[in-house]
Every structure is written in structure tokens, then in C-alpha cells.
């Protein structure tokens, strides 16, 4: 069981990260919304300051789903 006060922590930071980045958490909505199937490809890009950008690809894997799964359990409950 998680702490109550790591809780309210873990829940201040998202809050805050949502205000943050409100464009960011509505496309991970978007995403989201429909259910991820196995063999979906992500492509991610990260270009940090004064450097070139370096991207990478996955391909969802089942154990993948089952951790998301497992997350969304914790968020509902």
C-alpha cells in the first residue's frame, strides 16, 4: 500500500505538470483514449538545449499492455 502522503505528493506533481504542459497530457489523452494495441509503434524525440536532437522508436509489446494495465489499476483505485 502507498503511503497517504506520498500520494498527495505524487498527485500535487501531476497536477502540476498538467498545468504545465496542458498540450503534452491532451495528446497522451488522444493516444490514450482508444486502447494501445500490441505492435503500435512510438517514436519519440528529445532535443536538448545546444545539442542535436535523438530520437527513438518502440513497438508495443504485450508485457507492455500489461504494465499500462497495471498503472491505470493504481490510478482508479
Known sequence: MINPGTMMKLMNAKNTFTNNH???VKF???VFSSRV???T???I???MPGEEPITTT???LK???ELLARLHDLQTH
Open 22 to 24: 496542458p498540450k503534452f
Open 28 to 30: 497522451l489523452q488522444v
Open 37 to 39: 494495441a500490441e505492435g
Open 41 to 43: 509503434v512510438f517514436e
Open 45 to 47: 524525440t528529445v532535443t
Open 58 to 60: 518502440f513497438t508495443v
Open 63 to 65: 508485457s507492455d499492455l
